[in-house]
């Protein structure tokens, strides 16, 4: 009869021991591998797609539609699931166009590609270094997005995210090009 007690207390803490173990790896994973990061916005590529209204030497206005490639990279283990939001279009913090980026979702470990048409009007925009900046021109511009949503992981946890872009860029009005992109 001790024996088989003595058995039982073996076979428990065998148990417990496998127990213990599974729990440090399981914790060991959530931690390190599904770590759950904000996914990255940036610009991939931006064209010029129609033409620029504008009156050399005393011009005061530009008006031009882009076309924008966005990529959103999702590191995590779980896709991303965001919101509609928008891209806004800006010189020296002043809104010049706004365009829509569709709700949408990003696989796991994948990079997404996004299209977004902007048209972008300076005559919101007014001032000596705007006029300047286009008798000169370069027209210098920044742009703004954020992408609210969720990170699904194993359809079990859902934790929110967020993925934020700012870039700054210059359109050459003699070449109709974009140049010097730069995100943070």
């Excluded at 797609?49 to 990279?73: C, H, P, W, Y």
Aim: charged share 25%; aromatic share 6%.
């Amino acid at each position: 009869m001790g024996e088989g007690r003595r058995s039982r207390k073996k076979c428990l803490a065998y148990v417990a021991a496998f127990v213990v173990f599974q729990t440090a790896i399981i914790l060991l994973f959530a931690l390190t591998v599904m770590k759950i990061r904000n996914p990255k916005v940036r610009f991939n590529a931006m064209d010029v797609v129609e033409t620029f209204t504008f009156n050399n030497g005393t011009a005061t206005s530009v008006s031009m539609r882009l076309l924008a490639q966005l990529t959103i990279k999702n590191t995590n283990f779980g896709h991303f699931k965001y919101d509609e939001s928008s891209l806004v279009i800006l010189h020296r913090g002043v809104p010049l166009g706004e365009a829509v980026i569709p709700r949408g979702r990003t696989r796991a470990k994948k990079t997404q590609k996004v299209e977004v048409s902007v048209n972008v009007n300076t005559t919101r925009a007014s001032g000596s270094e705007l006029r300047s900046e286009i008798n000169s021109g370069v027209l210098k511009l920044s742009s703004q997005a954020t992408l609210n949503g969720k990170v699904h992981l194993m359809k079990v946890i859902k934790k929110k995210k967020s993925g934020e872009m700012k870039c700054d860029w210059d359109v050459n009005l003699g070449t109709k090009q974009v140049e010097n992109l730069k995100c943070n």
